[in-house]
């Protein structure tokens, strides 16, 4: 039997495995991004603050309608309906089967579309967060041998990382000692002691990131870097892409 194409919401119902819902196509236009502007009297043009100060553009929810094609008798075109009424009004997740390690994520409602005797049209619509997410967090180990530099792949959206720090190496260490590391981006720390999870207070933007970190000791509140330091962390986040 050849698997129809469609998509899964809240991994609950397929709509081709499930309801032989014949999925016909999706609109997808990018969402509109979030402005701030400022109309200028006796200045050309208009001034525009969207990015002032470092800020990442935002954006408004995005609108994806999803068409089907259903066939049968009315008794049997209701019993699909009234399957995919039960989302209707709720926040659901959508993955679509071309592409389904991401979800949009979103109010659902649903409309029919044009009815005759024997068929009819559905329209899913969701009013979706701006990003696609990604079903799995992206985690990544990394074991520095001394102080020094991390690159981190991020896709589209701007996320925050979740970091734990598993250990820190002192070639001459203390019992009696605390030890952490020191995560830096675009002058911005976050100091995490051995053991300990926490997220820092930078952004991490889409592309290639360079994030500096040094062990060191915690002492009084005060860190005390040493770039002779070993660590070994682990981070954590949830990509996202238009």
Same mark, same amino acid.
């Given at each position: 039997?050849?698997?129809?194409?469609?998509?899964?919401?809240?991994? /609950?119902?397929?709509?081709?495995? @499930?309801?032989?819902?014949?999925?016909?196509?999706? @609109?997808?236009?990018?969402?509109? =991004?979030?402005?701030?502007?400022?109309?200028?009297?006796?200045?050309?043009?208009?001034?525009?603050?969207?990015?002032?100060?470092?800020?990442? =553009?935002?954006? #408004?929810?995005?609108?994806?309608?999803?068409?089907?094609?259903?066939?049968?008798?009315?008794?049997?075109?209701? /019993?699909?309906?009234?399957?995919?009424?039960?989302?209707?009004? #709720?926040?659901?997740?959508?993955?679509?089967?071309? @592409?389904?390690?991401?979800?949009?994520?979103?109010?659902?409602?649903?409309?029919?579309?044009?009815?005759?005797?024997?068929?009819?049209?559905?329209?899913?619509?969701?009013?979706?967060?701006?990003?696609?997410?990604?079903?799995?967090?992206?985690?990544?180990?990394?074991?520095?041998?001394?102080?020094?530099?991390?690159?981190?792949?991020?896709?589209?959206? =701007?996320?925050? $990382?979740?970091?734990?720090?598993?250990?820190?190496? @002192?070639?001459?260490?203390?019992?009696?000692?605390?030890?952490?590391? #020191?995560?830096? $981006?675009?002058?911005?720390?976050?100091?995490? #002691?051995?053991?300990?999870?926490?997220? =820092?207070?930078?952004?991490?933007? !889409?592309?290639?990131?360079?994030?500096?970190?040094? !062990?060191?000791?915690?002492?009084?509140?005060?860190?005390?870097?040493?770039?002779?330091?070993?660590?070994?962390?682990?981070?954590?986040?949830?990509?996202?892409?238009?």
């Amino acid at each position: 039997m050849i698997k129809m194409r469609g998509i899964n919401i809240n991994n /609950e119902v397929h709509t081709g495995a @499930d309801l032989d819902l014949l999925f016909t196509g999706f @609109d997808n236009e990018m969402p509109a =991004p979030k402005l701030l502007t400022e109309d200028i009297q006796g200045a050309d043009g208009v001034t525009d603050y969207t990015e002032h100060a470092g800020l990442f =553009p935002k954006y #408004q929810n995005r609108n994806p309608v999803f068409h089907f094609f259903a066939k049968g008798t009315k008794a049997e075109i209701m /019993e699909k309906f009234n399957v995919l009424a039960r989302y209707h009004g #709720q926040t659901v997740s959508v993955y679509i089967d071309d @592409d389904n390690d991401f979800y949009f994520r979103g109010r659902a409602t649903l409309a029919f579309g044009e009815v005759g005797a024997l068929y009819a049209y559905f329209d899913l619509t969701v009013s979706a967060f701006p990003y696609k997410l990604k079903k799995n967090l992206t985690v990544k180990k990394y074991a520095l041998e001394s102080g020094g530099n991390i690159i981190v792949e991020n896709n589209i959206m =701007p996320v925050k $990382l979740s970091v734990k720090v598993l250990s820190v190496t @002192d070639p001459e260490p203390s019992d009696s000692a605390v030890y952490g590391a #020191q995560f830096t $981006l675009n002058g911005k720390s976050s100091i995490i #002691q051995v053991g300990g999870t926490k997220t =820092p207070e930078f952004i991490i933007a !889409g592309g290639a990131q360079k994030i500096s970190v040094v !062990g060191g000791k915690i002492s009084n509140g005060n860190f005390l870097s040493n770039n002779s330091y070993g660590a070994s962390f682990k981070i954590s986040f949830r990509e996202g892409k238009f």
